[in-house]
């Protein structure tokens, strides 16, 4: 389990490749200057994915509390793929380590939660959200691109 930040592995149910593919690549392409992509992708009776930048300078890259810039994608750029997601397939199940989304009315609902503080470890204090300098706020910059 990668508890500082990313890459978090997901695992996805209901959406073809094709279409998580093209999902990351509209997210990457309208919100992020094209710099998020896969860093593993296998399809078996799901997908198993995990996302990452291209350059650590720009947009999306996570930045430690130590201030160690990487090329693991920032909160922000997962909450923004997943919105982008639930929107084209709401009844998509996306499981990740701190959640596992049936739906997208339970991730709307609960989604928030994740960018906090993580309780009960040496990083109580910080909040994952502000793991980056991408400048996006709690609400997802991304306006239902389909
Ligand atoms: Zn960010």
Redesign the pocket.
């Known amino acids: 389990m990668a508890i500082l930040g990313y890459p978090d592995v997901m695992k996805l149910w209901g959406v073809s490749r094709r279409e998580l593919d093209q999902i990351v690549q509209s997210v990457s392409k309208e919100a992020y200057g094209g710099n998020i992509v896969f860093n593993k992708l296998e399809v078996s009776n799901c997908l198993t994915f995990t996302l990452r930048v291209v350059c650590s300078k720009k947009v999306?890259a996570?930045i430690s509390p130590s201030g160690r810039r990487s090329t693991s994608l920032?909160?922000?750029?997962h909450r923004d793929v997943m919105w982008e997601l639930f929107h084209r397939f709401p009844e998509a199940r996306l499981k990740s380590w701190d959640a596992d989304y049936h739906g997208v009315a339970e991730f709307l609902l609960t989604h928030a939660t994740t960018g906090e503080a993580i309780p009960f470890s040496s990083l109580a204090l910080t909040r994952r959200?502000k793991?980056?300098?991408?400048?996006?706020t709690e609400q997802s910059s991304i306006k239902f691109i389909s």
Request: proline share 0%; charged share 15%.
């Open positions: 999306g996570s920032c909160w922000h750029g959200n793991w980056c300098e991408c400048g996006k």
